[in-house]
């Protein structure tokens, strides 16, 4: 037994292992039977026949049993009695034709990058890193990786030097600190991460990820809720293929940094990346892809980016594509029922998965009847094609609860109105601009708006009753200031009195154009001063709050108030409450503009009303052009909209 030990040794090591550790074993191994068997075939023997083949039948393949291969019947289905059959077309095993070559292609691709970008003079300290003891496999073959593959820096804690500076279309430079330490730890190693993800440039250091989902959170998500906070963040810690999409990370992190000091500088970075990869993902095949919730998601932030950072153009299509997007998918009917409710998405797993997709549908219904309000252009959603129930309480929403809501129909006949959530009513208030847009932008032939009984005063009258109507049932859970801590709960009470505004003031104008009864226009001017005196209470009330945290339209209400005091002040100048009022709403625009670019624009259209002798000491000190220290170098805000009343539904606003 002994004397047969170096020869087996020597079958099962290499040549140059057995001569270097077993080198008096080298004859017998060449010359031994049973070498030449584990080897497949002997140097001088002629007698060895390979062992055949043997398929599997379909039953034993399909029940992944041990199969003998005996034909026509196998021992196995003979035994019980199955039809055994056998198929003799082989599938292909192994990638795709063309794989490696694409694969290889992508990996020369990131190190012409990482070649390109690297510092050229570094330490060798820092070019040579050494070892780390908690590596993912210290032993691992340096034959893994290309010798020329540069070094990767570790991420210094400078916010400024997490994506190198330079023109926003420059990628990031690997070589200053953007990536994380070198290693081969594949769960966090961003170029792995790149690779798997398709990106063109990595991503930012985990500690920065973590910070700006913070910051999402905590002061973006409170207005627009649509992502559920711990899915979220738990599908973020998987793997690359079951994370978020990029595209939706790199917008929510474009949020977060434009309201942030720290990382103000990469929010339009993050901006160009979002788009770049959603535009990306719909041009891949036929444009399947794009039929996702993440989708949705990402169009939605990024259209209401765009409308906050006065890239109107670009806003109007967003909330479009958007809105497209959710009726296409069948967003609009989630709680119907019957052969006109088509669905394009599979059916959500949960409730919390349904009340995701409502809040989805109805942040997107809010966000189309903003930006018609500011151009006047028709809305893409009807509401007559809604079957989708309001949103619930974010409690019941981030605890998965289960909560029965109203349908949008019902809340605005005023049933119910007990149990809505916040965010709900935020709609009910935005479905009232949409119907106070079709009132005026909308007529009808028997409008006969010089007749108080014609259709255009009974669609007044119809709607003050409705707003009267929603104002006085409102609860107690929506009123102010016990909804103090909700900023959902603030903007619907500022949107209330803003409808009211907007209604009446188109009343003054049809009033006077065709000389109506003046106790109409008096009763009509005494609301609207009245709404903007409470406007201005609200914004007196949350003044000590963080305003990032308010929806980037609560500038327009605050604006509306303002254009109502300067008209009051232009025939009653003397009147030192509304002076006073009107400088408060006007240091409170100024106060929002840093973090809300949208009331620049405002801004500026109020410093040319308040020009004249009635108004020194009120006027506000703005740039004419109408931008402000948002805009990026070399950037210009393209004003498709000025905003003025004579474009919008509020055209009636300075003509009393």
């Not at 009695?81 to 990638?95: F, L, V």
């Not at 002061?219 to 992502?227: E, M």
Request: net charge neutral; aromatic share 8%.
């Amino acid at each position: 037994m002994a004397d047969n030990d170096p020869s087996q040794y020597s079958a099962f090591q290499s040549l140059s292992q057995s001569q270097s550790q077993h080198p008096e074993a080298d004859h017998d191994a060449a010359a031994s039977p049973a070498a030449t068997a584990a080897n497949g075939s002997g140097e001088g023997s002629s007698n060895y026949v390979p062992r055949p083949k043997r398929i599997a039948c379909v039953v034993c393949r399909r029940r992944k049993l041990k199969c003998d291969g005996k034909k026509p019947s196998c021992g196995t289905c003979s035994r019980l009695g199955h039809a055994c059959a056998y198929d003799e077309a082989r599938k292909k095993s192994g990638p795709k034709r063309g794989y490696v070559k694409q694969l290889e292609a992508r990996l020369a691709q990131v190190e012409i990058l990482l070649n390109g970008q690297e510092p050229t003079a570094l330490p060798a300290s820092q070019t040579q890193p050494q070892p780390q003891e908690n590596a993912f496999d210290a032993s691992m073959p340096n034959s893994t990786l290309s010798p020329d593959f540069p070094p990767i820096s570790a991420i210094p804690d400078e916010v400024e030097r997490c994506i190198a500076p330079g023109d926003v279309a420059t990628q990031p430079q690997p070589g200053r600190g953007y990536l994380p330490e070198p290693g081969f730890n594949m769960a966090g190693n961003s170029t792995w991460d790149m690779i798997s993800l398709g990106l063109e440039e990595p991503l930012p250091n985990q500690n920065v990820i973590d910070e700006l989902h913070q910051i999402y959170f905590e002061k973006v998500h409170p207005s627009i809720p649509v992502v559920h906070r711990p899915r979220y963040l738990a599908a973020s810690n998987l793997t690359s293929s079951l994370r978020p999409p990029v595209y939706l990370q790199y917008i929510m992190w474009c949020h977060a940094a434009s309201i942030s000091d720290r990382y103000h500088d990469l929010h339009v970075h993050f901006y160009q990346r979002a788009r770049k990869y959603a535009e990306m993902e719909e041009m891949r095949g036929l444009g399947e892809n794009i039929l996702s919730l993440a989708y949705c998601q990402s169009w939605l932030l990024i259209a209401t980016y765009e409308s906050k950072m006065l890239y109107f153009p670009r806003a109007w299509l967003s909330t479009g594509r958007c809105a497209r997007m959710a009726l296409m998918m069948g967003l609009n009917r989630l709680d119907g029922a019957g052969l006109n409710v088509k669905q394009s998405l599979p059916p959500p797993k949960d409730w919390t998965e349904r009340e995701e997709r409502r809040r989805v549908f109805w942040l997107i219904f809010c966000c189309d009847r903003y930006a018609s309000i500011g151009t006047s252009w028709p809305m893409a959603i009807d509401e007559r094609d809604i079957m989708t129930n309001l949103p619930s309480t974010e409690e019941s929403f981030i605890k998965s609860k289960p909560q029965r809501t109203l349908r949008l129909a019902d809340a605005l006949m005023g049933e119910g109105n007990a149990t809505l959530s916040p965010l709900a009513s935020v709609v009910l208030l935005a479905a009232l601009f949409g119907r106070n847009l079709t009132h005026l932008h909308r007529p009808d032939p028997q409008d006969n708006d010089h007749d108080l009984n014609g259709e255009f005063w009974k669609r007044h009258r119809s709607y003050d009753n409705l707003l009267l109507s929603i104002a006085l049932q409102l609860p107690s859970h929506l009123r102010l200031p016990a909804g103090m801590d909700d900023p959902n709960i603030i903007f619907s009470n500022m949107c209330i009195h803003t409808s009211t505004i907007c209604l009446h003031q188109a009343a003054i104008f049809k009033a006077e154009k065709n000389k109506m009864p003046s106790q109409m226009i008096i009763e009509s001017k005494r609301r609207c001063i009245v709404a903007a005196d409470q406007i201005a209470n609200i914004m007196k009330l949350i003044s000590h709050k963080d305003l990032t945290i308010m929806n980037p339209f609560l500038s327009f209400c605050v604006y509306v108030a303002a254009r109502i005091f300067v008209q009051y002040l232009k025939s009653r100048p003397d009147d030192s409450m509304v002076q006073s009022s009107l400088q408060f709403v006007m240091s409170a625009l100024r106060a929002l503009k840093s973090k809300n670019p949208l009331t620049e624009t405002f801004l500026v259209q109020l410093d040319v009303d308040t020009e004249g002798r009635a108004f020194q000491g009120i006027q506000t000190p703005t740039n004419r052009d109408g931008r402000g220290n948002h805009c990026a170098p070399g950037v210009v805000c393209a004003h498709l909209i000025v905003i003025r009343y004579d474009i919008g539904f509020l055209t009636h606003l300075h003509c009393t």
